[in-house]
């Protein structure tokens, strides 16, 4: 596997804008099932092994879910102000669950489990997230050492956490501090191969 | 109209950011006519007047236009970095062009338009977004006086300037700095009544 070569230009963006906690952030659209769109920030969780796969966590019981098993593809924006610039990444997006049967896959759903801080971990005990919320809801029913004993070895992820891949296919990147601006398409052939075109801002 | 109970909240955390000129950037997520998403970074330009809708700009050069003609609703997620905050809007989505039959809309077009720096203005001159970049591609081909001399009476905005209207009819609000965290749902029910639900994070 070949890094694909927008992969610098991100790198690059990342460490610049590494100042800011929330670079890692970014918006993920999917379409619902009744055709409407949704859109939602995440969080940048790194690269999985060896691929240009983007890693992003989530919950079995988000909404998510349900729209990306109708429509598999994805578009995440992603703008770094500290350099002010975008990328537009569209893929195809993929979930990880428990019961993955490829274990490279299964274990980068624990490695990301494992890396997770004890804050993030103890979101995947909270109650169900978008549901009406009860004044006896609780937010902290164990401590993050109890949630990873509940787990198989203490180590492994909880069932309803789930690894989420964005697989590109083609990546849009725009500069706005170029002048005019500089703005990149990159799409992946059929044969796997990366093509760039520099396009209009 | 009475503003939406979700503007308040809005309204503050725009003024709680209002030290980072890009706060008024979001990410807006529509569907292409082939049904995957799409999502990019646009710039929140205000509301209409007397009315809960948020406006925005576009070239009808965009790709954005056939994705709205195809399927009108459209989501914005909103993450404001200072007080860690996210707004989710979905609605319906509108293009206000030239030829606007409404008076007022075609006004507000007109406004916007007036408000806007030479800079946004210019872009509205540049060869066609997207399309791959010619070495002669001409960036400024006017000063941005000239460009305003080519419309109809050097205020009037240029023929592909449109106005992007979002009038949302649910809003998801979540904080992330609550312990745990809060989330708030409101909801335009038939009545054109909003309805406000606390949700779990």
């Not at 929330?22 to 790194?46: C, E, H, K, M, S």
């Not at 992003?56 to 909404?63: G, H, K, L, N, Q």
């Not at 195809?92 to 489990?113: F, H, M, Q």
């Not at 990147?173 to 052939?189: C, I, S």
């Amino acid at each position: 596997m070949s890094l694909a070569p927008w992969r610098s230009s991100l790198a690059r963006a990342l460490h610049r804008n590494r100042s800011l906690a929330y670079a890692r952030y970014l918006q993920l659209a999917t379409v619902r099932p009744d055709g409407r769109p949704a859109n939602r920030t995440i969080v940048f969780r790194g690269f999985l092994d060896d691929s240009n796969q983007l890693e992003f966590i989530t919950d079995d019981r988000s909404e998510k879910i349900a729209q990306i098993q109708h429509q598999p593809c994805g578009e995440i924006c992603w703008y770094f102000p500290n350099t002010r610039e975008q990328f537009r990444l569209a893929g195809v997006l993929s979930l990880i669950a428990a019961d993955e049967p490829n274990e490279t896959l299964c274990k980068a759903r624990s490695i990301v489990w494992q890396k997770l801080s004890d804050a993030g971990r103890l979101q995947f005990a909270w109650p169900h997230s978008g549901e009406e919320r009860s004044p006896d809801a609780n937010f902290a029913p164990d401590s993050p050492d109890a949630i990873a004993q509940r787990s198989r070895n203490g180590i492994e992820p909880p069932s309803n956490f789930r690894l989420l891949l964005l697989d590109p296919t083609s990546v849009d990147h725009l500069e706005l501090r170029g002048d005019p601006q500089n703005r990149y398409r990159y799409d992946k052939a059929e044969n796997d191969e990366w093509k760039k075109v520099e396009v209009n801002p």
